[in-house]
């Protein structure tokens, strides 16, 4: 079974910290993503990569930046974290994209910014 | 823009009937679509896929049907559970690798 790891399930932290979510899978897939989810507006993506050290902007890419070192591990960063940043946030990951190749989450990363 | 939309935030249904969640898109590329389902405090987790090719796909309890012409989609869950109450987020996929989701829909299983 696939397992996809965020590092963190509840993160606080000030405005204007530098903040650092760590993903991880074990499967040896391509493709990772990230997603934040708010009510009403569900899930947006942020960026995804399709290979190591390759990344592409999502939907919603402002304040966010992202590393992918090694294949297994994709890390979101938030250069000078807001208010408006705080959410729950996803990490995926996907072998190929197509329709029989879903994504796998993780449980998700509370992040509140006061 | 919202691509994908789920006009519908909740539904509440009785413990063995059918469940309905529908979806609507706007962009013709997409040539794949799928379903999640989303507890609290957990990520979502895939239920079931259709590609553009086919009009159904079944899968026990869940079946999805998609209309083209309309570019709408819809879930059946029959018979409903109290655990399917969840959240259940419909994407859409194609000309690329990511995934555009909708907004999403709490479904209540009431006993």
């Known amino acids: 079974d696939v397992k996809v790891t965020q590092s963190s399930r509840y993160l606080v932290k000030r405005t204007g910290e530098k903040v650092f979510l760590e993903c991880v899978q074990d499967?040896?897939?391509?493709?990772m993503f990230w997603y934040r989810q708010d009510p009403g507006l569900g899930l947006r993506l942020i960026y995804f990569?399709?290979?190591?050290?390759?990344?592409e902007k999502g939907d919603i890419p402002e304040g966010y930046s992202v590393s992918r070192e090694k294949k297994e591990r994709f890390s979101l960063i938030l250069e000078s974290a807001s208010t408006n940043q705080t959410s729950m946030y996803l990490c995926?990951?996907?072998?190929?994209?197509?329709?029989?190749?879903?994504?796998?989450f993780g449980n998700g990363t509370r992040l509140t910014v006061t | 823009d919202q691509q994908v939309k789920q006009n519908s935030p909740s539904l509440s249904v009785q413990e063995g009937r059918i469940s309905i969640l529908n979806c609507d898109y706007t962009?013709?590329?997409?040539?794949?679509f799928l379903w999640y389902k989303k507890y609290p405090a957990e990520g979502p987790t895939f239920l079931i896929s259709?590609?553009?090719?086919?009009d159904k796909n079944e899968d026990g309890r869940f079946t999805v049907f998609l209309n083209k012409s309309a570019k709408h989609l819809s879930l059946h869950i029959v018979p409903s559970q109290p655990g399917d109450s969840a959240v259940y987020f419909c994407?859409?996929?194609?000309?690329?690798?990511?995934?555009?989701f909708g907004t999403g829909t709490q479904l209540k299983v009431e006993l």
């Open positions: 994407a859409a996929g194609g000309g690329g690798n990511k995934l555009t």
């Open positions: 995926a990951s996907s072998l190929v994209s197509s329709y029989n190749s879903p994504l796998h």
């Open positions: 499967m040896d897939h391509e493709n």
């Open positions: 962009n013709s590329m997409f040539d794949y």
């Open positions: 990569s399709y290979d190591v050290k390759m990344k």
């Open positions: 259709i590609s553009s090719i086919k």
